[in-house]
């Protein structure tokens, strides 16, 4: 009997230690794998609102608070019968999930401050450091490039409905592009102007990164001197510490009253890429005029490349192709329901393929979305769902 009861102990213990681990596995993915799911199910979504006239709106899951409660009862069943005295265990185990998501709704100066103002370039050169190609990112987040030459300037707006100026903007992101994948730009931030100068303590680590996020540097210019100066992103065919100094003071007058979602372009004529050279800026949008744009989708059509430009990999007539069905596509990557039709984004089935565009379009909007929708700091109304 003692012997029973020390085996019945050790099991229930090698038991209990046995389903925690999978069933926290399993809990962890799946909850993962849904709020990805959710985030790009309402993004295709609110495309469809725009291209629909209707009003976008955006919720987040802030969070997911998960408790798991691992019960196990262990007991001997009497002897009945003709069992001569032997007795029989009796062992039951049961996992009890019961998670908590709080979900926020994105509206009043949330709503203002990350879809509708226009993106700076500190977010743009993000979606660079991911990995994302020049071109793509262009043609997603760019609404215009305004060029000067020979005393004036060309508009150039990313806007099929114009049809002259949307050639000329294809264009020159296909230059641009091109360059970036033969490893011929530069994007560097250059000052633009000095903010502060004199004596100070070494500034500790925090204060540098919070400088460098806010578009801010700081220098060492004595040893006991430090300067705060005002960066700018430039994109050029160039080395900006090669430049004069008279170059370099028309530069920073150039770019010290440009609003910030204005990144400066300078493909000087003596330079790799020079044949095509151009001088001005590219002006971002906000994170719903992306979706305005995303939402015509039909009026895009194929521009390519001007002879004086390198090659390119990927140069797809749409920036991004949505499929409308009247059923479900059974290779979908993200596909919704909306007023009784199905718009999909397809899977990609290889290199060179146009749907391996699409996703990684996509995907890179999928980021920005990320980038623009930030956690909230002051407390706000939730909707709270306890299962």
């Keep these: 009997m003692r012997l029973m009861v020390v085996v019945l102990l050790s099991l229930l213990i090698l038991t209990a230690g046995c389903l925690s681990p999978p069933a926290l596995h399993r809990a962890v993915l799946a909850y993962d794998d849904t709020v990805q799911r959710v985030g790009s199910e309402q993004l295709l979504l609110n495309i469809l609102r725009a291209r629909h ?21 262990l007991g001997i069943m009497p002897p009945e019968g003709d069992a001569r005295g032997l007795i029989g265990p009796v062992f039951n185990a049961t996992v009890a999930e019961n998670p908590t998501v709080t979900i ?7 709503f203002t401050t990350r879809l509708l103002t226009p993106l700076d370039e500190s977010r743009f050169l993000n979606l660079l450091e991911i990995g994302t190609d020049l071109g793509m990112a262009l043609r997603i987040v760019a609404g215009s490039i305004r060029i000067q030459t020979d005393g004036r300037t060309l508009v150039a707006q990313n806007n099929p409905h114009r049809r002259e100026q949307y050639e000329e903007f294809r264009r020159r992101v296909l230059h641009l592009a091109s360059l970036y994948e033969a490893n011929q730009l530069r994007i560097d931030k250059v000052m633009s102007e000095e903010v502060w100068s ?4 070494p500034p500790r680590p925090e204060e540098v990164l919070h400088a460098l996020d806010k578009g801010y ?13 005002r960066m700018r992103v430039l994109i050029s065919n160039y080395r900006p510490d090669g430049l004069s100094d008279e170059e370099r003071r028309d530069l920073a007058d150039r770019l010290r009253t440009w609003p910030p979602n204005d990144i400066m372009v300078d493909i000087k004529p003596s330079h790799p890429g020079g ?7 590219i002006t971002l949008r906000s994170f719903n005029s992306v979706l305005e744009f995303l939402a015509q989708g039909a009026p895009e059509y194929a521009v390519n490349k001007d002879d004086r430009s390198g090659p390119v990999q990927m140069n797809p007539p749409h920036t991004l192709q949505i499929e409308e069905s009247n059923r479900p596509v059974p290779d979908a990557a993200v596909s919704v329901l909306f007023e009784g039709r199905y718009y999909s984004i397809r ?29 909230l700091n002051a407390p706000v109304p939730g909707i709270t769902i306890a299962k």
């Design 104 to 110: 926020i709704p994105i509206d009043g100066e949330e």
């Design 53 to 73: 006239y209707q009003p976008i709106h955006f919720t987040k899951v802030s969070s997911v608070a998960a408790t798991f409660d691992f019960r196990m009862t």
């Design 198 to 201: 004199g004596p100070l303590q």
């Design 347 to 375: 899977r990609p089935s290889g290199q060179g393929d146009d749907n391996l565009w699409n996703a990684k379009a996509f995907g890179l909007l999928y980021h920005l979305f990320q980038m623009m929708v930030q956690p």
């Design 217 to 229: 540097k700081w220098s060492q210019e004595k040893s006991s001197r430090y300067r705060l100066s």
């Design 275 to 281: 044949d095509y050279p151009m001088s001005g800026e």
